[in-house]
Structure formats: structure tokens, C-alpha cells
């Protein structure tokens, strides 16, 4: 979810990249939008071959909370494994 | 579809009952279903013969009678061994009216010997009980005539409607139209309603049987035969590739009696009759192929191909209506970017997840209308004392009315920790909602 505006996200390409399964993907998503922390948006201009896909990024709070949200993690992950070099930055 | 369009003048010149049938709607998998609202007029009218298979509706027949359209090439009456005066009151009525005698038993069976019989251009079935309302027929030709081969009536479609449909049939029939739009490919919206119009050209199609004599008390009846005509008609006109429409109608409740027709019984019967004809007749499917110069997909093979597409319908339809916008979405989702569909594990395993996605959209929805009724109850100092009081009230009440005021001094622990427990929980709840209640000022103020 923390990628740049040139590659976009979809909820296909999302559930592949978390592993996740749609059925947990897409209700999180609508969760994340309602709590403003994500931001979705059609595909433009509309293709030919196909339906328009719904792209979804992060706000600028969604990206400030994310953030801290990755810190927390690490923290607590250094808390518990002491003396690993770099925690699980991803 | 287009196709169609052209075929007009072919059909006005299609008198005789030697079939052109046009298959090239059949190429499209059978999605050749299109509700159509055209409105083409020719020079010369086709001769419209209207039959009405009736089990003893003596009682209904003036209604329907009254309701049929001016200038019908003929009236046709299948009698189906009715004991009361049918046959008498049909004569009555309408002294040109055709009187044709079933030979075996069942709807289907007077279907067939009143289609055998009809001699118009355009056949229009009718029941006999006022449910449906002949005065629509015009309707029903308008769509023959805009290109349609097969003009069927739907209660479910806009400037549909029914005033005897129960919740259970409702249920019934999407379910059934649901198993047929994966088995037989064409999507309907009413499929078990007994009102069709058509060129009698596509006769030799529905291949009903009206010859077969069974010997008259052995109560033997034959494959479609009983109620499952319709959707009999239905699976066998779309399978043929012709083209078939929706045309919206209106379902008055049966005036007199009671209908023959049980839920159940016959729900099972309608859904028999999807699959036995996709299993034992794939003839008309394997023709309308070959003419493509394809080769007919495996069962498995439609079926998985049309799954996804079914799957995600019926979990956009549980995600709601504001919901709607989605389908492009997990359409999209299925093909890549040129739109060339995923593998076919993938597409399945990802529209799986469609489905419990739509339940914890429902799920979310509930929540956000509890937590809005929590809120207003938060928000106000007054409600929160109400309520709260009641459950602090109720069990007060209960000790003080079975063991009186000591009772209250004896469990006074109890009382204090279930008091201390709903003050705890009401600012718990307050600080887990973000909800504070107005200071100062108590209540008045919303």
C-alpha cells in the first residue's frame, strides 16, 4: 500500500501481494476509506478490453499512520528479538 | 444481434411451419436474452391465435375473455377434461372459440395439443385463472415484431409486477433462474411465469408432443407433460439460439379457486426439467455449435467459465445496492491488463472471497448503525440515565419485590459492584466511541 503513484493498486494485485484472500481484502479496504485513510479511484481513462479496474492508495494520514504503525511494529519486534540486526523493515 | 434485426422481413414471410431457425445468436454462449422495447410496425399485422389451456375455470373465463385484444385471428380453449362447464361457458362467450380436447393429462399436455392446433402467425399462451392479463398481448407482439422470436413474460423486470407472487415463490424462482442462467447460459428474471408469446415458425423447436395417445385413466403422463412446460419452452427456445426476450408483465391474483401449482413440488420438477435437458437433450445445443464451427463445451467446462461471473452477481447482490459500482471492480480483477482472463484456479480461489467480503460489508453496515444508535444514546446524559437505570432498576426491582427491603441490605455488595460495573462501562463506552455528552447543560439540547 505504500507504493508510489506511477504503479497503482488494485484489489486483485493487493490480495496477491499481502497474500490475503479477497474475501479479507476488500471489506478492510472499505473500513480503511471510511476511516479516511485510504483514498479510491476509478481508472482513467477507461480501457477497452476490459472493465475499468478501482484503484485505492494511501491518504496523507494513511501514510503518516502506516508509518507509525510499521514503527510500532518494529519496536515491538526488537523488544522481543533482542538481538536481530535490523528488525522486519518491509 | 444485430442478426435479428434484419430477420424481420423473413418472418413475415414465414407463413408455413417449415422452420429457419437462426443460430447465430447461439455463439454468444446463449446470452442472447435482451429486454426489448422496440417498437417496430409493419404494413400487414400478423394473425395472432391465443390459446388458453383450462381445467375446469368456468368461473375465470369471462374475466379473461373480457381482457382479450380486438382483432385475434382465432381463440383457441384446451380443455383438459374439465367437469364443470368449461367448454359450454367458453362457447358462450365467444361463439367463434376454438374448442381443442387434450389427449393425455397436464398443463404441458394442453400446451402441446392447443400449440398443435393454432393455425395465426404468432401463438400467444394464456392461463386460463385472470392471473395474467391478455389485454398485454400487443405488448408481447410489439416485441415479436421488433425482432424477437420468443417473447416471454417476466414479474420481475421494470413495469413488472405481481399482486400474488408469496416471498417464498419470489425466492423459488431466483434461485431456479440462478441454476439456469449456469446451466443454460442466458440470464432470466421470471422464469416458472405461464406467459408466452411466439412465431409459431419456432413450433418444431419446443418439440411438444401432442400425438402420443397414453390410454385415457392410466394416469401416465409423459416429459413435459406437467407444469415444467414453461421453463421447458424456455431451455429449448434459448438452446436453439433463438432470440429470446423479456417482456414485462403484470400478475393479477387468480380470481376464483385456488392454483394447482405447490412451491415445492414443482420447484423440484422446474429444476428437473433444467437439468434433465441440459443432460439428456444436447442435441439443439450441439446443432446451434456446430453451425459455429465450434465444438460444445463440457458441462465442467460452461460451468467454470460461467461460475465467476455467477458468483460474483449473487455476492454484489448481498454487498447491497450502494455497493453496485464494485462489479466493475472484481470484474475487473479477473483479467489481466489486456484483458485476457486470469488462470482459471486464480479467478476461482479470488472469487470465492467475494462472497464473505460482501457478508463483513453487511456485517460493517450493521455495526455502523449499532454504534450510530450507541452514540445517540451516549451523547445524552438522559438516555444513558434511562437506560442504564433499567438495568440497574430491573434487578432492584426483582430482590425488592421477592425478599423485600432486607433483601436489598443483604445483597448491597452486589448492588454497589453492578453499579460500579455500569458506570465503568458507560465511561468505557464513552472513551472507546469518542462520545462525550454535553457539559454543564444536562439534556434539552440534541
Not at chain 1, 494511501?58 to 510500532?72: F, K, P
Not at chain 2, 443460430?23 to 446463449?30: P, S
Not at chain 2, 432470440?243 to 413440488?265: C, D, K, Q, W
Request: proline fraction near 5%; aromatic fraction near 8%; glycine fraction near 10%.
Amino acid at each position: 500500500m505504500g507504493a508510489g503513484p506511477d504503479d497503482r493498486i488494485w484489489g486483485f494485485r493487493l490480495c496477491e501481494e499481502a497474500d490475503l484472500g479477497s474475501g479479507t481484502v476488500y471489506p478492510l479496504l472499505e473500513r480503511l476509506e471510511r476511516g479516511g485513510l485510504v483514498r479510491s479511484f476509478w481508472e482513467e481513462p477507461a480501457p477497452s478490453g476490459r472493465p475499468r479496474r478501482r484503484y485505492y492508495e494511501l491518504t496523507s494520514t494513511g501514510r503518516q499512520e502506516a508509518a507509525a504503525a510499521i514503527a510500532a511494529r518494529n519496536a515491538a519486534r526488537r523488544r522481543w528479538l533482542p538481538r536481530t540486526a535490523h528488525g522486519g523493515a518491509s | 444481434m444485430k442478426l435479428f434485426a434484419g430477420a424481420l422481413e423473413q418472418q413475415r414471410a414465414d407463413a408455413n411451419p417449415a422452420v429457419e431457425l437462426h443460430y447465430g445468436n447461439a455463439g454468444a454462449g446463449g446470452y442472447g436474452l435482451k429486454r426489448c422495447s422496440v417498437g417496430a410496425s409493419s404494413p400487414a399485422p400478423p394473425r395472432v391465435s391465443v390459446v388458453i389451456p383450462a381445467l375446469n375455470e368456468a368461473r375465470n373465463l369471462p374475466h379473461v375473455f373480457a381482457r382479450l385484444p380486438p382483432g385475434l385471428h382465432e381463440v383457441i380453449v384446451v380443455d383438459g377434461h374439465s367437469v364443470d362447464d368449461t367448454v359450454a361457458t367458453a362457447r358462450r362467450l365467444r361463439p367463434d372459440v376454438r374448442i381443442v380436447r387434450q389427449n393425455r393429462y397436464g398443463k404441458g399436455n394442453a400446451v402441446a395439443c392447443g400449440l398443435a392446433a393454432a393455425t395465426g402467425d404468432i401463438i400467444a399462451l394464456v392461463d386460463a385463472d385472470g392471473s395474467v392479463d391478455p389485454a398485454e398481448i400487443p405488448r408481447f407482439v410489439k416485441a415479436l415484431l421488433g425482432g424477437a422470436d420468443f417473447a416471454q413474460g417476466t414479474r420481475f423486470a421494470d413495469g413488472g409486477g405481481s399482486s400474488d407472487v408469496t416471498r417464498l415463490r419470489r425466492l423459488g424462482n431466483w434461485l431456479l433462474s440462478v441454476l439456469f442462467s449456469v446451466v443454460v447460459g442466458s440470464r432470466y428474471t421470471d422464469l416458472c411465469y405461464g406467459y408466452s408469446v411466439f412465431w409459431r415458425r419456432i413450433l418444431p423447436v419446443l418439440r411438444l408432443d401432442a400425438d402420443t395417445d397414453v390410454p385415457v385413466g392410466g394416469g401416465t403422463r409423459l416429459w413435459g407433460d406437467g407444469f415444467e412446460v414453461d421453463v421447458l419452452m424456455n431451455i429449448r427456445a434459448v438452446r436453439a439460439g433463438l432470440m429470446v426476450t423479456e417482456v414485462p408483465s403484470y400478475e393479477h391474483s387468480r380470481i376464483h379457486g385456488v392454483s394447482n401449482l405447490n412451491a415445492f413440488s414443482d420447484g423440484f420438477r422446474v429444476m428437473r426439467a433444467i437439468a434433465a435437458e441440459r443432460l439428456y437433450h444436447p442435441e439443439s445445443k450441439a446443432i446451434a455449435h456446430r453451425r459455429n464451427g465450434a465444438r460444445r463445451p463440457s458441462l465442467m467446462a460452461t460451468i467454470s467459465e460461467r461460475l465467476p461471473r455467477q458468483v460474483t452477481g449473487i455476492a454484489l447482490k448481498m454487498a447491497g445496492r450502494q455497493r453496485a459500482h464494485l462489479r466493475d471492480a472484481w470484474d475487473s480483477d479477473l483479467l489481466d491488463e489486456n484483458g485476457v482472463p486470469l488462470s482459471l484456479s486464480n479467478r476461482l480461489r479470488h472469487v470465492a472471497g467475494y462472497v464473505p467480503a460482501a457478508i463483513r460489508y453487511r456485517i460493517d453496515d450493521l455495526a455502523a448503525v449499532l454504534g450510530r444508535a450507541l452514540d445517540a444514546v451516549l451523547i445524552s446524559q438522559r438516555r444513558t440515565r434511562t437506560i442504564a437505570g433499567a438495568l440497574f432498576g430491573i434487578p432492584v426491582e426483582m430482590i425488592f419485590s421477592r425478599e423485600g427491603l432486607y433483601g436489598l441490605v443483604t445483597n448491597a455488595d452486589s448492588l454497589a459492584a453492578l453499579f460500579a460495573a455500569l458506570c465503568a462501562s458507560v465511561s468505557w463506552l464513552r472513551k472507546w466511541r469518542g462520545v462525550k455528552p454535553p457539559e454543564k447543560k444536562k439534556n434539552v439540547s440534541r
